[in-house]
């Protein structure tokens, strides 16, 4: 095929979180010219402390990612948690197989981005910090529009490749015309700070030892009945707490974010874990909930998208993720890209590969597996009314009041007596949920 005007780069890719860092990672490792362009003053600078992070995608990227990584603890604590005002129910879960081998770390971005671009241009890649695209060129071409280059300001660089890693609200994919907006229950917004406390402090509460960590996740009370839910995650020396709000709810009863995180931090179950500590950063941002129906079109002639762009983030309701998923998209674009190079031909047929390389790896599986998922999460059952019939179910199991004791089906049967869920509810929202998760 014929191609453009020659190229400054072999790839230019748009975003130095993981996503993007990963793909011009593993193309730099072909020997392909690079350009990591970032917007931030650094990597990491506009990334809000942190999470989760499903490691092993990584570490067969970075085989000694686990001792090089500014990783911070190693979660072999989770914690799934129905939060009501007055009442908690939850199951711990603490298993020392998550921890050999390691299973899921947590990470603060402002660390581990700087680190993953030090690899980076230790592979080749040319960093360009504090540089924003304010547009995609175009050409004409056989098939239609090509993207062959950027625009920052008065300076255009071009590629045979450009890789699309600016974030869940991808400017460069609704330009290029490969996303539209969002339906709001695609999106919700996520809400976070980060608590330092001292170390001791940490492991006495949530009862790790050494680099053990916890992971919470919280339905119910923490979202004031929104559709979402809350979360703790231990860092070396700080808490990351939250809440993520799903936005067509949000929007619908018109709550404040703030409010509800306040709120959320002071709740009885909640404050005796981070009391005494200081906030030390605070902010919000979109977060992709449409699961396997926001993953779209992710390539044109001469243009690739991954990561968040993509839309690639899976909330099943006992696990968030993002990190991995955005690894192994990165991967998958730079073996799709690295062919497309190979052939000379970069159009959206020859970059088919990258496609093909994300829904044969762990990431494509699993968004095809919970497709479902997102539309469960939706059941408004789920964010109050679930979370106080178990909690009243218990109540009448320990509750000793000295009057004679009831089976616990007599109690039960009470209890759904009083609640606007129904029987059929249940088994309409169990097989859902099977189905789903």
């Avoid at 119910?220 to 809350?230: L, M």
């Avoid at 179910?393 to 509750?399: A, D």
Wanted: glycine share 12%; hydrophobic share 40%; charged share 25%.
């Amino acid at each position: 095929m014929t191609e453009a005007a020659e190229p400054d780069f072999d790839v230019i890719v748009i975003g130095a979180g993981i996503a993007g860092a990963i793909t011009a990672y593993q193309l730099a490792t072909q020997g392909r010219s690079v350009v990591l362009i970032e917007r931030g003053e650094a990597p990491g600078a506009k990334n809000l402390s942190g999470g989760v992070l499903y490691c092993r995608g990584m570490q067969e990227v970075f085989p000694d990612f686990l001792t090089e990584a500014p990783v911070e603890r190693r979660i072999t604590r989770n914690y799934i948690n129905f939060l009501n005002a007055d009442s908690s129910i939850g199951i711990d879960y603490k298993d020392t197989r998550l921890s050999d081998p390691v299973n899921a770390v947590t990470v603060l971005r402002a660390k581990l981005d700087p680190w993953l671009a030090e690899k980076c241009e230790e592979a080749g890649v040319f960093l360009m910090p504090g540089v924003r695209v304010d547009k995609v060129l175009t050409e004409d071409g056989p098939t239609g529009k090509r993207v062959v280059g950027v625009k920052a300001g008065d300076d255009e660089l071009r590629a045979h490749v450009v890789v699309a890693a600016d974030g869940v609200n991808s400017f460069i994919s609704q330009e290029v015309g490969l996303r539209t907006k969002e339906p709001l229950n695609h999106l919700a917004i996520g809400v976070k700070c980060v608590v330092n406390l001292p170390r001791e402090t940490i492991e006495a509460r949530f009862s790790v030892t050494g680099d053990e960590g916890a992971a919470f996740a919280i339905v119910g009370d923490c979202t004031q009945g929104i559709g979402g839910g809350g979360f703790m995650y231990t860092n070396t020396e700080s808490i990351s707490v939250g809440v993520v709000l799903r936005l067509d709810d949000l929007t619908a009863k018109n709550k404040s974010t703030t409010d509800i995180l306040d709120y959320f931090l002071a709740h009885p179950f909640i404050a005796p874990y981070l009391e005494g500590g200081e906030v030390v950063e605070y902010g919000c941002h979109l977060v992709a909930e449409g699961g396997l129906a926001m993953l779209g079109e992710i390539s044109m002639d001469g243009l690739v998208v991954v990561g968040d762009a993509a839309g690639l983030t899976l909330n099943t309701g006992l696990t968030v993720r993002g990190m991995d998923l955005a690894v192994a998209s990165g991967v998958a674009a730079a073996k799709g890209i690295g062919a497309a190079l190979d052939s000379k031909d970069t159009s959206k047929v020859g970059l088919a590969g990258y496609r093909e390389a994300l829904f044969a790896s762990y990431a494509g599986k699993d968004m095809e597996t919970y497709a479902k998922a997102p539309a469960f999460l939706e059941t408004e059952r789920m964010y109050k009314e679930y979370g106080e019939l178990i909690g009243n179910v218990l109540y009448g199991v320990f509750n000793l009041d000295n009057s004679p004791r009831e089976h616990l089906l007599k109690v039960a049967m009470k209890a759904f007596k009083k609640s606007p869920v129904k029987i059929k509810h249940l088994i309409k929202d169990g097989l859902a949920g099977v189905r789903a998760l």
